[in-house]
């Protein structure tokens, strides 16, 4: 399964889930398979994806919420896995597209290219919730088990990678304006 | 941490919550924000006490890093809240990137609170160079910030940059002294 792959069934599955994507080639291939406003392309804060979808599931318990991670960047950030564990968000699901290198930086490899193990991470972390998946009828359960029962849920699928050919858009503040209005907080902030 | 006050064995440590404490508090509730996500530090625990004992509406959330806390509270913000980060300024150091790719590209709206380390009072060499670049660092990313001097400016300052950041959707600043939160002869935080 390559990550195109990974990323293209994941986004079928979704109605109106809001996603935040990694950058590079995650955002990339979000980007490819199918344009919407309920994506939240980063194009920088490496590290950060799954701790914005933490953020954006505590203020939004009416939506789920789907991050999609690579595994450099959630190596960069692994007391996200923590937080999200203490919080424990039911409606967060966390997919780490490991392809065992930093893709977008010219494919050096990580450290799960040898023995690092982020479900184990996760579950060491304290998240119930998890699965490691090779391919895609691996995935597709993991993703309806994911709907079926409360999370917060940690899916890492092992993906070889693929060469992205196109790039969304790069105007932050219009996805972000964008990605709000389609949540229904218009472009400013609620004010209580 | 290093706790201020030695613990004494059978009596729980009830510290008296500050006017400046109570005053942040006050501020980020009247100025909306009630989600508050946070890195421990002594003087923000008093913060966090006014916010349970005074304004148990607001919601705080426990990150292990400033950088994730940064994260945490973008997401909030895109969700619809006004959210507040409480750091210390060593923390700052931990959060620029996430500032300048996350919170500043996307005109992400976030209110920072700096306990600051490294200024007048400081007893430790190693907060010193982080602690006097907070205010340089702050203003090369084009961060607005002011730090507040006595107690009883602290609601307003806190409104005022809520203001500023909510309104124009810029993150801000406020930067709270050891001469404020650890006057001298206070204990070392």
């Known amino acids: 399964m390559t990550r195109f792959e990974a990323i293209d069934l994941t986004r079928r599955t979704l109605t109106d889930e809001p996603v935040i994507v990694n950058l590079g080639h995650a955002a990339y291939e979000l980007f490819a398979g199918g344009d919407r406003p309920l994506n939240f392309y980063t194009w ?36 996200s896995l923590a937080t999200i564990a203490a919080c424990a968000p039911t409606h967060l699901l966390l997919v780490v597209l490991d392809n065992g290198q930093y893709g977008t930086t010219g494919g050096q490899p990580t450290p799960t290219s040898s023995d690092a193990d982020l479900e184990a991470c996760a579950r060491a972390m304290g998240v119930r919730q998890t699965a490691t998946v090779r391919n895609a009828e691996q995935l597709e359960r993991a993703l309806e088990e994911s709907r079926a029962s409360a999370g917060p849920w940690v899916v890492v699928a092992k993906v070889d990678e693929s060469a992205p050919t196109v790039k969304p858009p790069l105007d932050c503040v219009y996805i972000k304006q964008r990605f709000m209005a389609a949540l229904g907080e218009g472009s400013g902030s609620r004010t209580p | 941490m290093n706790p201020t006050e030695p613990r004494v064995a059978g009596v729980p440590r009830v510290p008296a919550i500050p006017p400046w404490a109570a005053g942040v508090a006050d501020g980020l509730w009247d100025a909306g924000c009630r989600d508050v996500v946070y890195v421990p530090d002594n003087p923000l625990s008093h913060i966090l006490a006014a916010l349970e004992r005074d304004h148990p509406g607001v919601r705080t959330v426990l990150a292990t890093r400033e950088e994730e806390a940064t994260g945490i509270a973008a997401g909030l913000y895109l969700g619809g809240a006004r959210p507040a980060l409480l750091m210390q300024s060593s923390g700052l150091g931990n959060t620029l990137n996430a500032v300048g790719s996350l919170l500043l590209a996307f005109q992400i709206p976030v209110l920072m609170v700096v306990s600051m380390r490294g200024d007048a009072g400081e007893w430790n060499s190693a907060q010193v160079p ?52 650890s006057p001298a002869g206070g204990g070392r935080s």
């Open chain 1, 44 to 79: 920088g804060s490496m590290g950060l994806t799954s701790s914005i979808a933490l953020g954006l599931a505590l203020a939004r318990p009416d939506r789920r919420v789907v991050a999609l991670d690579g595994d450099g960047s959630l190596l960069m950030n692994l007391g």
């Open chain 2, 130 to 181: 982080m602690g006097r670049a907070v205010r340089p660092v702050l203003d090369a990313l084009g961060v607005s910030h002011l730090s507040v001097d006595r107690g009883d400016e602290a609601r307003d300052a806190i409104v005022s940059l809520a203001q500023l950041a909510f309104g124009t959707r810029l993150p801000t600043a406020c930067l709270l002294p050891r001469r404020l939160t």
